[in-house]
Structures are given as C-alpha cells and as structure tokens.
C-alpha cells in the first residue's frame, strides 16, 4: 500500500528566505514521487517528479526535492522564496495508483 | 493546446436534482480519473478508467458514477445529489507508466460544487 503524509498544513516564511515543505511516504514498491503546486482558483500543475536515476531533482520555479530512501523522505525545498510561491503544495506517491498528501499552504510574507 | 477541461466550472444544485460534470481531454490519454478536494483532506479519489469501458473505484465512490464510453470523455455523474458532496473537483489523465512514460497527472482545472 502506499501513503504520504505531508508534515505541517501550513508554512510561512519570509521572503527570500529558504523554503522546507516536508512529504514522506510508504510504499510497498519502488515508489514514483511528485510534487504539485496548486494555485488559487486553479488545477494541480507538476513541479516535478522523480522516478529512477538522480536522487536530487530538480523542477520548475527554482524548486527541487531529494528522494531519501533510507529515510522514506522526499521534501521540496527553494533557496529563496518569492512572493509568487504563495499556494497549496501536495506531494503525491505512485505506486499502482496516485496517492496524495493533505496539503501543505506557503504563505511568503514581504 | 494539450488540457484538461471540466465543465462547469461552478455549479450550485439542491439535494436530489441529478447533475452531470463533465470531463475532456485531448491528449489521448489512456487513464483517466475524479478526485475530490477538501480542506484538511487534500486530493481523494472518487473514481478512475484505465481505457474505454474500464473503470473502478477509489477511496470515495459512494454517491457517484461515471462511464468511459470514448477515450477522451469522463463524465462524472451525481445521481442524487447531498450537502456532504459540496467540494471541489478535478478530473485528470495521464498516459500509463511504461517505456518513457512516467505516468504523471494532467488536471483540469476545477468544479466548484455546492449542494444546498
């Protein structure tokens, strides 16, 4: 079976500052692991995803997440926020079907 | 353009009156799906269809139904409708994870549904 749990519902940071959105998941296979960004008012789009190869991807709008298998981890990190990052983050495990996290909201204050 | 498109977009209905979403894509998607969204919950799968005339369900089918008689239509459809169904909808596709593929979701972009 497979399972993500997003930690912290809400994150608020700076701008400029680092950015730490946290995901970990379970599987019974070897996982694929996403990142979706959602804005308000619209659908999920793909920052990026890892499948086989480098554990360290990288995605669009500065973003990229390392998969730690050891530690079942797969957080999405940037080196400083801009006010556009401002949305709702769901980290998603596919194993035979999509499974995805509550949601994590980034607020980047001025 | 390659999308997703759900319609409408915004509905509001009473308990009990049937009403229908529809879903498209372009793309030529084998997979196809219906997900909820509801605060605290994140994304819950309603439904999905691997190909036409092949669907099933997932974690939260109850209440709805859906049909695949075309690959790029997924209708889904409240037979009757209640206030525990009010929540936003997204319909995604994606090709099936084999050779290059790597099976990620395109979604459209939302029905916002309030059941009185």
């Known amino acids: 079976a497979q399972s993500v749990t997003q930690l912290g519902s809400h994150v608020s940071v700076s701008e400029g500052a680092l950015v730490l959105l946290r995901c970990n998941y379970s599987?019974?296979?070897?996982?694929?692991l996403f990142w979706y960004v959602q804005y308000p008012n619209q659908g999920l789009q793909l920052l990026l995803k890892?499948?086989?190869?480098?554990?360290l991807v990288k995605g669009i709008n500065g973003f990229e997440a390392e998969f730690k298998k050891s530690e079942t981890s797969f957080h999405l990190t940037k080196p400083s926020a801009h006010m556009s990052d401002a949305a709702e983050y769901f980290c998603?495990?596919?194993?035979?079907?999509?499974?995805f996290g509550t949601g994590t909201s980034l607020t980047v204050i001025p | 353009e390659a999308q997703v498109t759900q319609n409408p977009r915004y509905l509001i209905t009473v308990t009990g009156k049937k009403l229908t979403v529809t879903c498209s894509q372009n793309?030529?998607?084998?997979?196809m799906s219906w997900y909820r969204q509801d605060p605290g919950l994140g994304l819950r799968q309603i439904y999905y269809?691997?190909?036409?005339?092949?669907?099933d369900k997932g974690d939260v089918p109850e209440g709805y139904k859906v049909s695949r008689k075309e690959k790029r239509n997924f209708p889904l459809i409240l037979e009757s409708p209640s206030p525990n169904q009010t929540s936003l909808y997204f319909c995604?596709?994606?090709?099936?994870?084999?050779?290059?593929?790597?099976?990620?979701?395109?979604f459209g972009e939302g029905s916002r549904l309030t059941v009185l």
């Open positions: 995604a596709s994606s090709l099936p994870q084999r050779g290059s593929n790597t099976g990620e979701l395109f």
């Open positions: 599987s019974s296979v070897p996982p694929y």
């Open positions: 890892y499948t086989t190869g480098a554990t």
């Open positions: 998603a495990v596919f194993g035979w079907q999509f499974y």
């Open positions: 793309m030529n998607h084998e997979y």
């Open positions: 269809s691997m190909n036409v005339e092949v669907t």
